[in-house]
DNA sequence: AGAACGACTTGCATCGTTGTAAACCCTGCC
DNA sequence: GGCAGGGTTTACAACGATGCAAGTCGTTCT
């Protein structure tokens, strides 16, 4: 910088302004500015910026599992949405392991970001509540906790209406995947899908069946081949699969097709989150849907509105999700539903 | 740093020591240093260390659409390398931009990265060629390139092998879809892959049909999906279709059942990059597989030790792929080929 | 014409860490 | 007991950018 300033004939706080767009530089000096930044080809170092401003201009995003298409397609929004800010992201994955998740919440400048948008799965309240100075964090998804941001879809809500829907259609006797078993109760997100689907069963006077539910396997599809596959073995009968994300329900898809078991004349099959693969595997998939990109922005605005105030009280936002009917469940659309959690 | 020198009866610097882990430091003091650390749960700016040591312990991945299956596999690898070596991951997104992606080789430093890795579209040669200071970069894919170091798979030989295999399974008539129409020959990828395909041809004494050669689409499902539907519509005959990625092969796969036309009966269908969904789509989808943590690894190496040696000459790193045999085109698997790139 | 004013520019100090070189302290030896 | 020698620790400066307050200059007003 002192060498542009040199080149340009001016002093390097002056170079400074132009570069920050601080008001009061005249239009000649600017254009002299410039000609030297173009001329060295010189690059603001962002390390220097950062530790005078203690900005990085960094936010991070933390998901569970990177490879998943739910993760893929919330990365590209965020980096998106980050992109039209001015904004570079870190990308972490947690692996759904507690420790990484208290660390990256609870050290965030050790990591060289100014905020974090975490996919939490079994970080527990206390840990949060038990953060002396938590940084900037916004939590996605079905988290019990009230002391930091978070953005969710109202996944009991969103499950009892799919269970509706499957009883609609004929099911009677409904496989679950996902149900999280020996972990059930210790993340939020398996057990409010359980909850609701409980409570549709209920509504619907229909008892669950234990044999019907496997919930110890991985969130992905090769998860919900295996779970498919368990509760093929155990030589049940059972007209619907309900699994609680789409990367279980492909697997579930992906094994009924190889045993011959017709979607949806013989057994109808949900999933959730609708990401794009939903629209085309065959038959298409019936499941939960919601925009994932207002999910995102509004991670992002709460973010960004705690960056610049960090005594807002905490809040959390409701995305509005929708049962999107499709082959799997041989039905047609249905609109929107309004968003059940009265937030 | 110094309220923990203040804290534990020692220098700054000595803090300092102990936290780079610098060798020197009698047990005694180290012990008092930590638990000075621990006490005030002190945490280092990384943007000091940054500026002090011009390196910022980041490097970047970019990639051209962040939302498809290989993008999530491939930053997935790139993160845990990075991980384990205590690096941390920036994910940019190009868009195919080359504005982007010229930015991206050009300016690495304004991004905060110590170095890149990129998966380039439409990066030409001439511009790596013109950029003075290249950063660390590795490009992945392929690239007609010989000034920056690159990871690539050998296309032209496993669209080749692929076609082949299509010809010994019968097919005489194979759409194309992929191919990159408008712009062929600006892009590497599509163009090696067609020239593989179009000999194979050759070597079977088939002559292509540029009416079943779809380019101008997207490189994703709805892309494929869009292609196979234009093919379809145009009316014409054909008995299998080689997509040039697995998101491509699997939109086309929809297509295709949708309109009641079956895999592998009446028509073949292979893809390209044995993403995680190739297995479980229905049926399978027999593709062109490489180990896509070998392939990051290389690159993450190359990019590695190019940090520590910048005066390395540019090297070329070719993965091994193999013709990967399922469902979609009703034969059984065949072994690892060599790579046949020579290098 | 002189003073007050505003617009622009500058010098200096500072952010937190670490490389360098010099100071320190202890041990072992003459 | 004093000194060489090493292993530890320290003081200082620097990395590059920017907030602040003080400076410079050219206007405008009386």
Same mark, same amino acid.
């Given at each position: 910088m002192k060498d542009v300033a040199a080149v340009a004939g001016v002093s390097p706080k002056t170079v400074s302004n132009v570069l920050t767009g $601080? $008001?009061?530089?005249r239009p000649a000096t600017r254009q002299r500015v410039e000609a030297a930044i173009a001329e060295l080809d010189f690059v603001p170092n962002l390390s220097a910026r950062g530790l005078r401003s203690g900005r990085a201009g960094v936010i991070g995003v933390a998901l569970p599992d990177l490879s998943t298409a739910f993760s893929a397609s919330l990365s590209q929004t965020v980096v998106r949405q980050a992109h039209s800010r001015g904004i570079a992201v870190q990308i972490e994955e947690t692996a759904a392991d507690p420790r990484r998740e208290f660390d990256l919440v609870s050290r965030a400048r050790a990591h060289h970001i100014d905020g974090l948008i975490l996919n939490p799965v079994s970080l527990e309240d206390s840990v949060v509540e038990h953060v002396e100075h938590l940084p900037p964090v916004v939590l996605i998804g079905e988290v019990e906790q009230h002391r930091v941001d978070r953005v969710f879809i109202d996944s009991e809500t969103a499950s009892y209406q799919m269970t509706e829907h499957l009883i609609s259609r004929g099911a009677r006797r409904i496989a679950v995947i996902g149900a999280s078993g020996s972990s059930r109760g210790r993340h939020a997100t398996p057990t409010l899908r359980y909850q609701g689907h409980h409570a549709a069963l209920k509504a619907a006077q229909l008892s669950p069946d234990p044999r019907l539910e496997v919930g110890d396997v991985p969130w992905t599809m090769a998860g919900g081949a295996r779970g498919m596959q368990r509760i093929l073995a155990a030589g049940e009968t059972f007209d619907a699969v309900a699994a609680f994300t789409d990367s279980l329900a492909m697997g579930a898809l992906h094994v009924l097709s190889q045993r011959g078991i017709r979607v949806p004349e013989d057994v109808l099959v949900t999933g959730f989150d609708d990401v794009e693969h939903a629209q085309f595997t065959n038959p298409p998939l019936t499941t939960i849907s919601f925009d994932h990109a207002d999910y995102v922005t509004a991670a992002f605005d709460l973010l960004s509105s705690r960056l610049d105030d960090r005594s807002l009280p905490p809040r959390a936002v409701c995305i509005p999700h929708q049962v999107v009917t499709r082959g799997s469940t041989g039905a047609t659309p249905t609109g929107w539903s309004a968003c059940g959690c009265g937030a």
């Open positions: $601080a $008001a009061g530089v």
